[in-house]
């Protein structure tokens, strides 16, 4: 293990934002327990595919996307935020555009 200075941009819980030393462009911190559950995201979409369930898999699917543009979008708006060009095509969106679900619960 070593110390080392990072600039940090965003220290939400979850969401963090920063920059190492030596980088051009901050990196998104993903805490472990977060990494755990994009990985078992990713697991359910696979147990769906292997028992040939593909709509309870693209469900897991659209879950795991969310989580993810979720991620990228805060990462988005941090660099926007500190004047930052991003490192990838500001025009990207999700494609195919993510599900929006009825929320049964409002009615």
Known sequence: MY????????DTSNYAV???PGRNFPGALIQGDSLSILCKSADAVRRELDRGDLEEALG???DLRELLWGRLEHYRAVLEDH????????GLEPDPPLEEYEDDDAE
């Open 3 to 10: 110390q080392a200075d990072v600039e940090i941009y965003a």
């Open 18 to 20: 920063m920059r190492h």
């Open 83 to 90: 004047q930052f060009q991003l490192p990838f095509n500001a």
């Open 60 to 62: 897991e699917l659209e």
